[in-house]
């Protein structure tokens, strides 16, 4: 009977199994026949006289999320709500020299963020593109801070006459846990260096310390006068006249009768308010129409960048962009985080490749692992020993091990707005001993010496192991101090100066010698081409944690110039969820093997 009852269940895993790998096979198959049918299809040609239209959608990243390739299938295109930074900066770079673009346009209702450096950096190509003597026009239905600030870059700006420009400053509010774990009964131990590392202050305070407001007070000031005085000087405008929209919106509302669009036009902010309708029929009146006669002559970026790619030399020397993207982990990591040993190969396989003479490292990383972050700057020192210079790129965020790992380069490259370092070190334990007591749980055991069961959450921390812990933090932060010490030519002494921990504006970071020079990623790549001589070259951007098929198919959509579609916007409510669950999965991720973290409790506005 048992034995029947196996050749059963046999037969019937065989089944499933052949049913299973006909699906798949199925599946590549198709994926096979829509790549052949695609390169098949030829670049697209650009407009004589065109418009270039950005449309960026979602919030501005370095490096796209890897697509897969099942996902596609299912979904019918791309669903990763991300507008990739330098590809919006290649395409208007390209279109500010291309005789065939005469204009760019700009539509900014799916740009959800992406930190106020990749907005400047994005606002800068605009501003040259402009200064070629070719025109920039904006339309929002409405506009959130973010939009708004690309959008001021415009000779143009219009809106929606029932829409609004919602400019609200710049604020940090946390949210602290120790009432709460005290209710429970949750002690939480804290070993740290540095009063103005405030990442585990939410678990030991229920309101923010001196020195993190101070520090914070600090690095807003600088960013909200670095956002006015952008705005006041493309608008032409005094920043009095911005401050007195955002400080007395209600009063400049009042006098506008309640009309939000009215009182922002008023103001400055925008030049004229009109219809989709009305803003189309402008387009075609000043680009001319289309084949159809119902558009005007446009060409989107994704479309514009296939063009452009498909007529480019692609010359024998690489210089490799490596985006450091996320949280710093250990071990083997997919993209959207930093792992130590994915990103450490990806370095050696830079390094031993004859074809990629300079590596820049692009960090928008608040930081994690210290295990790991060591791990990457080692890499990078071997690259520089082995002769190929690397230089360190920052964007919205290069803090703590952001900043560890961008010690390991030639140069450190930050924008004025960047968030760095926040040089320091802690360790947190949770102890669940009094919550197990109040439910009637003991713990009870033997154990060979006093440490195989310190570090045990159940039972209370001893004062020993407490003590270690502490030691480590302590020597975990010295060797911090020594590490930027010798990549900056400083002694411990001066680094501690400005470090404890403390955040600071890329701006502030390059007066304190924390940083070589200012400027962005096209600054970064040439002077990692200058260093290595190279007048001709190929940018690259190995992909992390991509397998095969995913670059495969991230190249495809490239090549034909897919674009992802925004990602509608939730409820309050569903957002301070989802915030909530992405701090407690960020925590689940930790996994340093000493639990020492070098990370930053910061992102950029």
Same mark, same amino acid.
């Given at each position: ?10 037969? *019937? ?59 596609? *299938?299912?979904?019918?295109?791309? %669903? @990763? ?30 740009? %959800? ?67 709460? *774990? ?35 007070? !600090? ?23 911005? !401050? ?30 009109? %219809? ?15 084949? %159809? ?48 040993? @994915? ?95 109040? *439910? /009637? ?136 969820? !989802? /915030? ?26």
């Amino acid at each position: 009977m048992f034995r029947l009852i196996g050749r059963l269940f046999k037969g *019937l895993w065989w089944a499933l199994d052949l049913v299973r790998r006909t699906a798949l096979n199925l599946v590549l198959l198709a994926v096979l026949v829509a790549v052949v049918a695609v390169l098949m299809r030829p670049a697209p040609g650009v407009p004589q006289g065109a418009a270039l239209v950005l449309r960026p959608a979602g919030a501005l990243v370095e490096q796209a999320a890897l697509v897969e390739p099942l996902n596609v *299938l299912r979904d019918g295109g791309v %669903s @990763t709500e991300q507008a990739v930074l330098p590809d919006l900066l290649e395409a208007i770079n390209a279109a500010r020299d291309d005789e065939r673009i005469t204009g760019l346009v700009i539509e900014t209702d799916g740009l %959800s963020g992406g930190g106020l450096s990749k907005l400047a950096e994005l606002r800068a190509a605009v501003l040259a593109f402009k200064g070629a003597g070719k025109p920039v026009l904006v339309r929002g239905e409405r506009y959130t801070q973010a939009q708004y600030y690309l959008a001021s870059a415009a000779d143009e700006v219009r809106m929606s006459s029932d829409g609004f420009v919602l400019l609200r400053g710049l604020a940090r509010y946390n949210t602290y846990f120790k009432g709460a *774990l005290d209710t429970l009964g949750v002690k939480v131990h804290v070993f740290r260096v540095g009063e103005y590392k405030s990442f585990s202050e939410p678990f030991t305070r229920s309101d923010m310390s001196e020195e993190d407001r101070e520090s914070s007070r !600090d690095l807003l000031d600088a960013l909200w006068n670095a956002f006015r005085t952008d705005v006041a000087v493309t608008r032409r405008f005094s920043p009095d006249v911005l !401050d007195g929209y955002v400080t007395g919106y209600r009063d400049v509302l009042a006098a506008a009768g309640g009309d939000a669009a009215k009182a922002a036009k008023t103001v400055g902010l925008v030049d004229k308010l009109d %219809s989709r309708d009305e803003w189309q029929a402008d387009l075609i009146a000043r680009f001319g129409a289309d084949g %159809s006669g119902k558009d005007y002559r446009q060409i989107d970026t994704g479309g514009y960048l296939a063009a452009v790619r498909s007529g480019l030399s692609r010359p024998p020397a690489k210089v490799a962009v490596l985006v450091a993207q996320g949280a710093i982990v250990d071990g083997e990591q997919p993209g959207g985080s930093v792992g130590g040993d @994915t990103f450490a190969r990806m370095i050696r396989e830079a390094r031993e490749s004859d074809a990629v003479k300079a590596l820049v490292l692009r960090i928008d990383s608040p930081g994690g692992s210290a295990w790991a972050s060591e791990l990457i700057r080692r890499e990078l020192e071997l690259t520089r020993r082995a002769g190929k210079p690397v230089i360190a790129s920052m964007s919205s965020v290069a803090a703590s091990g952001g900043y560890w790992i961008a010690t390991g380069a030639d140069e450190i490259w930050a924008a004025p707005t960047t968030l760095t370092g926040s040089i320091g070190i802690f360790g947190i334990f949770p102890e669940f001993a009094e919550p197990m007591k109040r *439910l /009637g749980l003991t713990v009870d055991g033997v154990a060979t010496a006093p440490l195989a069961g310190a570090f045990d959450p159940r039972r209370p921390l001893d004062e020993a192991a407490a003590e270690a812990m502490q030691l480590g933090i302590e020597h975990g932060y010295r060797r911090f101090l020594e590490t930027v010490g010798t990549a900056r030519n400083m002694q411990p002494e001066e680094v501690d100066k400005v470090a404890r921990g403390r955040v600071w504006t890329g701006e502030a970071a390059a007066k304190l010698g924390l940083v070589d020079s200012l400027g962005g990623l096209d600054a970064a790549v040439d002077a990692a081409a200058k260093r290595a001589k190279l007048t001709e070259y190929e940018v690259v951007w190995p992909m992390v944690g991509a397998s095969t098929s995913q670059v495969l198919l991230q190249r495809l959509l490239t090549s034909v110039g897919l674009e992802a579609p925004a990602a509608p916007a939730g409820s309050a409510l569903g957002q301070m969820l !989802d /915030g909530l669950q992405a701090q407690a999965a960020e925590l689940l991720r930790w996994n340093d093997p000493q639990n020492l973290y070098t990370h930053c409790f910061c992102e950029a506005p």
